[in-house]
Structures are given as structure tokens and as C-alpha cells.
């Protein structure tokens, strides 16, 4: 594990409208009423609901036996996230028919994404964590570049809780693929001192007969000290060292024997909150992301020819800070204003190393009027080095027609800045334009929230509507090596339906659905022809299902255990198939899990709590591709067991 230590900021992460404790859920699909997040101190609670958003909490993704994002995902509407093929391997991320690159995710506050919003969920884990936030909708406001369909933000356990005993956890489980997991964590302290630490060691074979093991470890924590009741100072470091054999070849055939991928990333942040007077609240966050890759194919002897063996190192570097002030203008309103500045580096085998920084300056008013309008509209103006000034808005507002029903709408727009290489790049066929322009967007949403029978029953509807635009598209149709390849040339749209329910508990049972109708399609295809193109004049966007729905049923007979049936569909899509470079229509499918676990000793005294858990994902083994040509996992069963000392 490296032990640099990391300066950066969170961007306006801390803007974002968190949500209240008691209402987080497991699959929560529901649209929730958003709350200013408690770090700014600022206590402005919406009457009404401004965006849509889901928040998944760890505890009970620990007690699914979930342990990566993309599964933690995979009931959140409007949210695809296919994977080529075994454990490990390259894991795209699509919300609301977006571009994979199209969707910001933090930790802690912290951006994951490269510069130019590239993103591989394979080896992100859902180890040590409090909650998952995922904001859909544009919120550049608050996060900047790369934010366009939305944003996911994964938050560290922090371990206060006043009254509540510390708890030190052993956990490990194993089973089909050869897999096997192992944890060690430990949470303790309350608001004024504590935190949390966390190490993980993730193991499988894979799903193939030879080069397809993949293995992760996992090392967090989070310390926090409030030194008085007005100052509050955090801590988080996250470190990430994964690898992947990779057996298949470009077009998912398996023949590849001598071919891998290496990640160590690395994530830490520095946050201090100062209240200067009763309305008036400083905040200043330093934070980094770092990033070396690794990935190879090599050839199968020593000293052998080949034609196609490639070693290739990547190492990516953000570095920023941000300082902002909120200001209570009243109990029913609040004020923000802050400033961001970042520096991005990049270096890769054989080029020279690439830098760029930018500025950003933002602010956000939030509010109510009486007991039935909440509002909210903010704006940002980002600098870069590299394509000058852009700037984004949004403007939201919810009314509570009558106790229990409340309507929302939203219009803003957002931005993805270019990669290194899009601008920079001095590779022959793949040269770089300095005069690119951030790919951008215009999106509005309205909504309708229904609460039935005083909670027994919440209900949600959403419908969205995006146009993207100066989409970035590669060129190779000069045969002047000198000239760039990257333009902004392509547009498209994409509009759909988020319909989400969720009950009460009856008898130890819930139920938690939700199915997204999203429709794409190509407005302008730029250069791309032909039936293996990228974009084809009104068609759909590749890879991003019409329909998708999920459904999950737990039952919770009492604290010592819990049982998890979940039910996922997705729909028809279009793909294209490598080999023949053709476009092909992906088949649906739906897939059935089963999980649970059942504590069959309490903790006494130094005697810890034992815990059994058990999982068995694809219950019926059905055979399914989520990216054409790449055969997916079978069923899985995995068991185990956790010790518990103390409980929280």
C-alpha cells in the first residue's frame, strides 16, 4: 500500500442534499426528500422533494452479501452497468442512456474518474462503507466536469454514534469459482473522537478454464475529532490493489493465456468544518486520487515473436482543494459559495507527462417558501487549461400538493471535459486536438411522489428528458499523420421513465421494485458509417437497455437474521459483435439471487456474535451476456460466517 499523503478537495460535493438516517433502505427506489448534508451544519430541510435520488446502506448490503458497486447497483433505476465477462474484467457504467464517462463517482467526497470521466467499476468494493448515494440528473453545479447523467457517492463508516459500544468484526466466506473473502473491521467512538478501519482480501478463480483469476485487497479508514462543539476535522484514506488475468481477446473469445490487468488506486482526503458564528459555517477539504495501471499481454515463451504482446503503465494524478461559506439566512433558507482549484496529471509508457489545472467558482441557493414550495438554483463556472470557460446551472423547485403527495422538477446542464489523450495525445492515427470543447448537455425532469397509507406504501414516477451534444469522435479518414483525430462531432438524445414503489414492513416482510423505461437515439452520427459503427443516424446508443426492472422481497423475522430474494431484468439492447463488426441486438435477460444471514450466537461480554451468511447469485444459472460476446457467471454459492464484538 503506498503511503504518499494525498492533498485534495472535495468539489462541491458537500452541496449535495444528503439524507436522513431513517430513510435509508436497501433498495430504496423511491424518490427521497433531500436534507442539506449534516457536515454544513445549515439546518434547511426541504418540504418538498428536489431530485431524484437513492440511498443504499452498507449494513444491509453486508447482509445481502453484496461486495462490489456493480451489484450494489443493480437495483437503482436508470442504472446499467454491464460487465465483459468474468470477476475483474473491464465493468462499464450507463445511467439514463448516458455515456459510460457521463456519471461522477466519489468517495468520501473524492473523485474516482480519470480526467475526461473514464471509469471501471470492476474493482471498486463496497468494503468498510456507511451508504451509497446516487443523485441522477445533471450536477455539474455541484461537482463539475463529468457529472452530466448523474452522481454516485460512496460514503466511509465513521463510527460515531453516541451511546453506542465500539465493534470489531472477522468475516470470511467462500465458495464457487473458488472465491473467497476476508475482512477485519473495526468502528468505534462518537461525534467528538472515532472512526472506523477496514482490510479486505477478495480471491477468485474466475469463470474460465485458464487465465481468469482475479484478486483485490482493500485497505480504509476514517478518523474524525471534534476538538470543540464548533470545529470538526476528517480524515479518510482508501487504498486499492487489484489484478485481473484476462483470457478473452477483443471480441470475447477465450484464447488469451498470457494477458493481465494491474490497478493500485489510491484515495485520501483532509476535511475541516469551523463554525463561525451561529448562521455563518467554513469548510475546507484537501483530497487526491491516485492511480497507476498496469496491463499486458505478453508472449507465451520466453523470447517469442508477437505481434500483437503489449506492456503498457498508466499512472493518473488529481490533486485539488476547496474552501466554501454557508450562510443560514434564516431557519428556512441558506446560502452557499466556494471556490475550487485542481491539478491533473497523467503519464504513460512512451509519452511524455501531461498536466493541466483548473479553476472553478460556484454557489447555491436552497430554501422554502411556507409548508408546500421548496426551491433550490445554482450556477458554477469552471476554467480549464485546456478549453478555456464553461459554464453550468440548475434550477429545481417541489410542492407538496397535499400531505403525502408532492411534485418536483428540475432543468440544469453539465459537462464532460476532454481526456489527455482527446487533447494531448502525439500518437500517430490517434493525435490529439487542442480545440476540442466539453461534450454537453440540457436535461429537465419532473416528478411525482406519492405517500400511501402514512408510509405503508411510497410511490414514484419520474420522467426525464436529455440532448447530448459536441460528442467527442474519433476521425482516422486523413491519411496526414499530423493532423488531429478527435473532433466535436456527434449528438444524440435520450428520455425515459423511472417508476419506483416501496412498502412498510408487514410480518417481517418488504418490497422494493422499480423498472425504468429509457429510450435513445442518434441525432447526428458524425463520421461514423457503416454496420459496425459507433453511432448510426437514428438508432439507439449502444449498450443501453429499453427496459429494466427489479424487484427485491425481504423478510426480517426479528434482529438475528434476514432473507433477501431479488428478481433483475434488462431488456433488448444494441451491441455490436467484434468479430464480424457488425451491430446486433443483445438478448434480454432476467436473473434471481438469493442471500441472507442469521446470527446463531449473541455477543456476552468478551463472547463474540456469530453470524452465518450465505448467497447464491444467478439462482437458476441462466446463461446471459450483459456485453455481447462475453459470457457472463453462472450460479454462484458463497458461504460463510462473521464474529462480532460489541454491536452497533
Not at 498508466?314 to 452557499?336: E, K, M, N, Q, V
Not at 411510497?458 to 483525430?485: C, H, K
Request: with cysteine; glycine share 10%.
Amino acid at each position: 500500500m503506498r503511503t504518499s499523503i494525498c492533498l485534495a478537495a472535495i468539489a462541491a460535493a458537500s452541496l449535495l442534499p444528503n439524507v436522513s438516517a431513517a430513510q435509508q433502505s436497501s433498495s430504496d427506489t423511491a424518490t427521497l426528500t433531500p436534507v442539506v448534508i449534516t457536515a454544513t451544519r445549515v439546518d434547511v430541510k426541504p418540504v418538498a422533494p428536489l431530485a431524484s435520488t437513492t440511498v443504499i446502506s452498507g449494513a444491509d448490503l453486508r447482509a445481502q452479501g453484496i461486495t462490489t458497486l456493480k451489484d450494489a447497483l443493480a437495483g437503482v433505476p436508470g442504472v446499467f452497468a454491464p460487465q465483459s465477462g468474468s470477476f475483474g474484467a473491464q465493468t462499464s457504467l450507463f445511467v439514463r442512456g448516458g455515456e459510460s464517462d457521463y456519471t461522477e463517482i466519489l468517495v468520501d467526497g473524492v473523485p474516482v474518474n480519470d480526467p475526461g470521466g473514464a471509469i471501471d467499476l470492476a474493482n471498486l468494493t463496497t468494503d468498510n462503507i456507511d451508504r451509497i448515494e446516487i443523485v441522477r440528473g445533471p450536477t455539474s453545479v455541484l461537482y463539475g466536469s463529468n457529472a452530466v447523467t448523474g452522481v454516485i457517492q460512496i460514503f466511509t463508516r465513521t463510527g460515531a454514534g453516541a451511546g453506542a459500544p465500539s465493534q470489531f468484526s472477522l468475516g470470511a466466506d467462500g465458495g464457487t469459482y473458488g472465491t473467497s473473502n476476508a475482512t477485519a473491521s473495526f468502528a468505534g467512538g462518537d461525534a467528538s473522537l472515532g472512526g472506523s478501519a477496514s482490510v479486505a482480501r477478495h480471491r477468485t478463480d474466475g469463470i474460465y478454464d485458464f487465465n481468469s483469476s482475479d484478486r483485490n485487497d482493500i485497505y480504509s479508514g476514517q478518523f474524525h475529532i471534534a476538538p470543540d462543539a464548533a470545529t470538526t476535522v476528517r480524515f479518510m484514506l482508501r487504498d486499492e490493489e487489484a489484478g485481473a488475468h484476462i483470457p478473452t481477446n477483443f471480441y470475447g473469445a477465450v484464447v488469451d493465456s498470457n494477458q493481465f490487468h494491474l490497478e493500485n488506486r489510491f484515495l485520501g482526503s483532509l476535511a475541516a468544518d469551523r463554525r463561525l458564528t451561529e448562521r455563518l459555517t467554513a469548510h475546507v477539504q484537501l483530497a487526491a486520487s491516485d492511480e497507476h495501471d498496469e496491463s499486458a499481454d505478453l508472449p507465451a515463451t520466453p523470447g517469442e515473436e508477437c505481434d500483437f504482446c503489449f506492456t503498457t503503465q498508466t499512472g493518473i494524478y488529481r490533486r485539488s482543494g476547496d474552501a466554501r461559506l454557508d450562510f443560514a439566512a434564516a431557519p428556512w433558507a441558506a446560502l452557499t459559495a466556494g471556490a475550487t482549484a485542481e491539478q491533473q496529471r497523467a503519464r504513460e509508457t512512451g509519452s511524455n507527462p501531461l498536466q493541466r489545472t483548473l479553476h472553478a467558482y460556484y454557489a447555491q441557493a436552497l430554501g422554502n417558501v411556507g409548508r408546500a414550495l421548496s426551491y433550490t438554483a445554482g450556477v458554477r463556472a469552471d476554467d480549464n487549461s485546456q478549453f478555456g470557460t464553461f459554464t453550468t446551472y440548475r434550477l429545481a423547485a417541489g410542492y407538496v400538493l397535499k400531505p403525502g403527495t408532492a411534485l418536483r422538477a428540475s432543468v440544469g446542464n453539465a459537462f464532460r471535459e476532454p481526456t489527455f489523450d482527446e487533447t494531448t495525445s502525439q500518437a500517430a492515427f490517434a493525435r490529439g486536438n487542442p480545440a476540442l470543447r466539453p461534450e454537453r448537455s440540457q436535461s429537465w425532469e419532473a416528478g411525482l411522489d406519492q405517500d400511501v397509507a402514512h408510509g405503508a406504501v411510497v410511490l414514484s414516477a419520474t420522467y426525464f428528458a436529455q440532448r447530448f451534444r459536441d460528442m467527442i469522435q474519433y476521425d482516422g479518414n486523413s491519411p496526414d499523420t499530423t493532423l488531429p483525430n478527435y473532433f466535436n462531432l456527434a449528438a444524440a438524445t435520450a428520455d425515459g421513465l423511472e417508476l419506483g414503489a416501496r412498502s412498510g414492513t408487514w410480518s417481517g416482510f418488504s418490497l422494493a421494485a422499480s423498472y425504468t423505461w429509457q429510450h435513445t437515439r442518434v441525432t447526428d452520427a458524425g463520421v461514423d458509417a457503416g454496420p459496425g459503427a459507433t453511432f448510426v443516424d437514428g438508432q439507439r446508443l449502444l449498450r443501453r437497455p429499453t427496459n429494466l426492472a427489479n424487484a427485491t422481497l425481504s423478510f426480517r423475522p426479528s434482529s438475528r437474521g434476514a432473507l433477501f430474494a431479488t428478481a433483475t431484468y434488462v431488456g433488448n439492447r444494441v451491441d455490436l459483435d467484434f468479430l464480424n463488426f457488425v451491430r446486433v441486438e443483445a438478448p434480454a435477460y432476467t436473473l434471481y439471487d438469493l442471500a441472507g444471514e442469521l446470527t446463531v450466537i449473541d455477543a456476552n461480554g468478551a463472547t463474540p456474535a456469530l453470524t452465518l451468511t450465505g448467497r447464491i447469485a444467478n439462482l437458476f444459472g441462466t446463461r446471459y451476456e450483459s456485453i455481447f460476446g462475453y459470457r457472463a457467471p453462472g450460479m454462484a454459492v458463497d458461504v460463510g460466517a462473521r464474529l462480532t464484538w460489541g454491536k452497533r
